[in-house]
């Protein structure tokens, strides 16, 4: 969202899918370390995305 490929009704819906995704990392790191664990780093990643088609490519090969 912050490189602006999205506006309006799209950027709104992508960012109500961000917010969710992070509540659920935060409920299993939560769980993972009331269990005694350590919930592990996020991985660092690089994609290639110059256009709203590329990313909506690469998160219809990752989200599902």
């Known amino acids: 969202l912050d490189a602006g490929l999205f506006k309006g009704d799209q950027a709104e819906l992508l960012k109500g899918f961000g917010e969710s995704d ?36 690469l998160a219809a090969t990752v989200r599902w």
């Open 22 to 57: 992070q509540q659920h990392v935060d409920a299993l790191k939560a769980t993972i370390e009331k269990l005694g664990g350590t919930a592990v780093t996020a991985p660092k990643t690089k994609f290639d995305l110059k256009d709203a088609k590329s990313v909506a490519e």
